[in-house]
Every structure is written in structure tokens, then in C-alpha cells.
């Protein structure tokens, strides 16, 4: 008897292994996200920080010199910078995420479509082999039938 052997063996090889990598990918791109998302998170205290440093410098009638105050104007300013950057960063950084998640959800379709062509021809194997089976043991017994008479 023949083995089984499906023609699309290696194009199911390759499509898991293209899976996996745009895996790869994905989990990675997630992570920089979360990364991104965290700097942000981290630049958005440093100005909130700051500006409770600047309240408490300038409350309750202290005197201030201009240096100070153009100095902490431009530490807001380029803090607001940093966010409005890093903003953007997560804006692309989602973007790409979602082409990851695009491009692996395409794979996993083709990728199941492959499998369930295979499952497919692997039932209609075992079909064949069980008529050919079937088929031996009808002849087998007409042939021990026609000895006996």
C-alpha cells in the first residue's frame, strides 16, 4: 500500500513558519507599543511634576525672577514637545501594529485553509485504502467460497 503523502507539505512548512514569524513580529511591534506608552506616561508625570514645582514657586506672593519663570516656560514647552512626539510615535506604532495584526490574521486563514485541505485528503486516503481493504477481503472470500464448493 501506498503512503500518504500530501503535494502541499512544503507550502504547509513554509506558511507555519511565515505564521510564526509575523508572530514574531506582532508580539514584538505590541511591545514597543507598551513601550512607547509607558515613556509617555513617564513624560506626562515629569511635566505634571514640574508644573507643581512651578505652583509652589510662584503661590502665595513669592517673588520670582524672570530667568526662573522663562526657564520653566521653556521646560513646559519642551516637555509638551517630548508628549506631542511620543504621541505620535504611539499613533505609528499602532498603526504598524495593526498591519501585523492584519498580515498574521491572513496567514492563520491561509494557513487553516492548507490544514483543512490536507485533512481532506487524508479522509479521502483513508477512504481509498478502506475500498481497497474492502475489496481484498471480498475477493478473498469469493475465492475461499469457490474452493469450498
Known amino acids: 500500500m501506498k503512503k500518504f503523502k500530501f503535494q502541499l507539505e512544503t507550502l504547509l512548512k513554509v506558511t507555519r513558519r511565515k505564521k510564526d514569524d509575523a508572530e514574531m513580529a506582532f508580539a514584538e511591534v505590541s511591545r514597543r507599543l507598551e513601550e512607547h506608552r509607558a515613556r509617555l506616561q513617564e513624560l506626562l508625570h515629569e511635566l505634571q511634576e514640574g508644573q507643581k514645582e512651578y505652583s509652589e514657586m510662584t503661590g502665595a506672593g513669592k517673588t520670582v525672577r524672570v530667568g526662573v519663570v522663562m526657564m520653566y516656560n521653556n521646560f513646559f514647552n519642551w516637555k509638551r514637545e ?25 496567514l492563520i486563514t ?22 481497497e481493504e474492502q475489496k481484498f477481503l471480498d475477493e478473498l472470500g469469493t475465492q475461499l467460497h469457490m474452493r469450498q464448493n
Open 82 to 106: 517630548q508628549i506631542e512626539n511620543q504621541q505620535q510615535l504611539i499613533l505609528k506604532t499602532m498603526q504598524e501594529r495593526q498591519q501585523k495584526l492584519k498580515k498574521l490574521m491572513e
Open 110 to 131: 491561509y494557513l487553516k485553509s492548507i490544514e483543512q485541505l490536507k485533512e481532506k485528503r487524508l479522509r479521502e486516503y483513508k477512504e481509498e485504502l478502506l475500498a
